[in-house]
């Protein structure tokens, strides 16, 4: 316990000598003076164009005004993001670049439904207050510093010999606004003690501050949800034309050649009729029976991974009937009052069939879980865990990255904890709605 | 007959050899992939190669491509196509180069190993063997564009089994017409086309695929 308080006791102390602290303080210099800035700015260029346009006269230097604001608000969140990418280590994605319309209507049409550029009127003006602690940090550090320097300077100095000082201190809510005087130099060391807690709460402050602004830019610089749903129709188109693709190849590659083969056998027994050659005729009906039977397999196999038989009875049945031709021992609750969409059974389903494949390849486990239920809040909930060796990662495993493109389609997410040694667990969790 | 065969899938590569040397052609090769194609053709010179159109390593047009560099490179050597498509692009390019010694077979037609045998023969001899339906598509195109409306329908049946490469006695024997009807046929085709009649079969072929008017082929010498 006392070894647990001195350890972060001296983290807490020591933070201030750290690079991270400088890079965050520069981040506060330098992105607490631009979104001042950048407000004031904003908010000129926002209430003359608007005030403006609304009077008879001015609409056209009102609307100017308006598109201004918005494409420098665009310029203003790419600063924030390349300040936040460089300083604090925070990389959020740059959204899509305008496009303009065509034809002077259309251009500004586009100018004013510039979600991207609304998104970043709207973090200018949330910046004000941000701005204002980033930098209120920042002083209260650097008088911190000046304050812990103090005995050295009445050494140096000595030009308050028999006078008084008045340190500066940071406004702050502790000292009730009451001012420190000193008389001597031992009392330069309460001053220097005084400044080192404001350098190590400025820092820490700073720290905190930071951490709020980043979840700003994250939310109101990156992506909107409109790139985003565009970047998931991409993964859902191409999902179904591999898929299109993948059925025509294993028709290509296994029903039709079984047929052509069958064809071929069936051909040549027909030759060997006329010779006569009974034992040679039986062989090759026989091998054309077996390809009549392979292509049926084929043809079932094919069938069943368009769209399972079994999830027309709904997928605890069906997920039921998957845990049965599972090579390790599997177990499916299910918990679903309400069916969910076809198509995100479907995901569902194709979900739980993939995982159980990984777990039967990579994980040596001897038990498969499969848990199903839908939540009151509208979400279809699917776990799959193995008591297997672990060590499954989502960034690394094609299949599992597979799956999460597809459950993303839907709006819908894949966690998966494995850490090695097991035990294996992977959440996918679904709108009931696509 | 000395045959090559390029054909991915084990079952039908296997079976394709059984059913020649059945029939008492030698197989000399059997790959399953163009290159190896390729370099089988270099060392056995054969007289046929029974080319597959998706091979490894990309599945898509490998038979193909090795097909046509194999007219360039060995004209000596016939080469039938062997697929579970028809593309009337692919018998385009394949048909770029002229009609001799040329054939483009479903893989269906193996089921009757009589015909499917005398069409590789007729390819290894310097023949066509074109499948019924890359002839049907080349007159589906024709006639989008007006070409075959002089022909009576008759005609056009005897058209399209020239097309094939049929021999007027195997016109008349599908048909079941003799063998004078048949001449005459031909010689009224070749009337209202404005050619003069030929007896040599890949003449007849040329001038019918001609006649039908693929790009590539009007294109071609």
Not at chain 1, 215 to 225: D, E, F, K, T
């Given at each position: 316990m006392a070894e647990q308080i001195r350890r972060v006791t001296g983290t807490i102390l020591r933070a201030p000598l750290t690079r991270r602290t400088v890079r965050e303080l520069q981040y506060c210099a330098l992105s607490g003076l631009a979104g001042v800035a950048g407000f004031?700015?904003?908010m000129v260029l926002l209430v003359s164009g608007v005030t403006v346009t609304g009077s008879v006269v001015g609409t056209v230097v009102g609307l100017l005004l308006l598109t201004l604001a918005l494409r420098l608000s665009r310029r203003l969140a790419a600063l924030h993001r390349r300040l936040a990418g460089w300083l604090l280590g925070e990389r959020v994605e740059a959204p899509p670049n305008f496009q303009p319309g065509s034809g002077i209507l259309g251009r500004l049409d586009k100018?004013?439904?510039?979600?991207?550029?609304?998104?970043?009127?709207?973090?200018?003006?949330?910046?004000?207050?941000?701005?204002?602690?980033?930098?209120?940090?920042?002083?209260?550090?650097?008088?911190?510093v000046v304050d812990v320097t103090y005995p050295v300077d009445w050494l140096l100095f000595r030009h308050h010999a028999g006078g008084s000082l008045h340190p500066l201190m940071a406004p702050n809510p502790v000292s009730f606004g009451a001012k420190l005087e000193i008389y001597s130099w031992p009392g330069t060391f309460l001053v220097a003690l005084l400044g080192a807690l404001g350098v190590v709460a400025g820092t820490w402050l700073a720290r905190g501050v930071n951490a709020g602004d980043r979840?700003?830019?994250?939310?109101?610089?990156?992506?909107?949800?409109v790139s985003e749903l565009e970047r998931t129709r991409t993964l859902a188109v191409d999902d179904a034309a591999a898929a299109l693709r993948r059925v025509e190849r294993d028709l290509h590659d296994g029903a039709q050649m079984r047929l052509a083969a069958l064809a071929m056998n069936l051909g040549m027994a027909r030759e060997k009729l006329d010779d006569a050659d009974e034992a040679t005729v039986r062989e090759l009906i026989d091998a054309a029976q077996r390809n009549a039977v392979d292509a049926l397999a084929d043809l079932r196999d094919l069938a069943r991974g368009i769209h399972p038989p079994a999830l027309d009875l709904g997928l605890p049945s069906a997920l039921a009937t998957l845990a049965t031709s599972s090579a390790i021992p599997a177990t499916v609750t299910a918990d679903i009052p309400a069916r969910p969409a076809p198509a995100i059974e479907s995901i569902a389903y194709f979900c739980a069939a993939e995982l159980i494949a990984n777990a039967t390849k990579h994980s040596y486990a001897n038990h498969i879980k499969i848990n199903i239920y839908t939540e009151r809040s509208g979400v279809l909930r699917l776990e799959v865990t193995d008591d297997g060796v672990g060590g499954a990662d989502a960034a690394r495993g094609s299949g599992l990255a597979g799956l999460a493109q597809r459950v993303s389609t839907v709006d819908g997410r894949l966690d998966v904890s494995s850490p090695p040694g097991g035990p294996t667990m992977v959440r996918v969790e679904l709108p009931l709605k696509a | 007959m000395r045959v090559v065969i390029a054909e991915d899938a084990a079952l039908l590569r296997e079976g394709l050899t059984r059913l020649l040397e059945d029939r008492g052609h030698a197989v000399v090769a059997a790959v399953n992939?163009?290159?190896?194609?390729?370099?089988?053709?270099?060392?056995?010179?054969?007289?046929?190669?029974?080319?597959?159109?998706?091979?490894?390593?990309?599945?898509?047009?490998?038979?193909?491509?090795?097909?046509?560099?194999l007219r360039r490179s060995f004209p000596g050597v016939g080469v039938l196509m062997f697929s579970q498509y028809i593309e009337t692009s692919y018998s385009a390019q394949l048909l770029e180069g002229g009609a001799?010694?040329?054939?483009?077979?479903?893989?269906?037609?193996?089921?009757?190993?009589?015909?499917?045998a005398a069409a590789l023969e007729r390819v290894a001899g310097g023949g066509t063997a074109l499948d019924p339906e890359v002839v049907s598509q080349l007159f589906r195109a024709s006639r989008q564009r007006g070409g075959l409306t002089t022909l009576t329908p008759r005609e056009r049946q005897v058209l399209a089994l020239m097309a094939e490469g049929r021999s007027n006695a195997g016109i008349a024997a599908e048909l079941v017409i003799s063998g004078g009807a048949v001449e005459k046929h031909v010689a009224s085709i070749f009337t209202k086309l404005g050619l003069p009649p030929d007896d040599n079969d890949n003449r007849r072929v040329l001038a019918v695929l001609r006649y039908l008017g693929s790009p590539a082929l009007r294109a071609a010498g």
């Open positions: 004031a700015v904003t100018r004013l439904r510039d979600r991207t550029a609304w998104r970043a009127v709207s973090y200018s003006l949330v910046k004000l207050p941000v701005a204002a602690v980033q930098l209120y940090c920042l002083m209260a550090t650097l008088i911190g979840r700003l830019i994250r939310g109101l610089l990156g992506p909107s949800r | 992939d163009g290159e190896g194609l390729l370099a089988a053709v270099a060392e056995h010179k054969p007289d046929v190669a029974v080319v597959d159109i998706r091979m490894p390593p990309t599945h898509t047009d490998e038979g193909l491509r090795a097909a046509l560099e001799a010694g040329v054939g483009y077979l479903l893989k269906d037609r193996v089921a009757n190993v009589a015909e499917f």
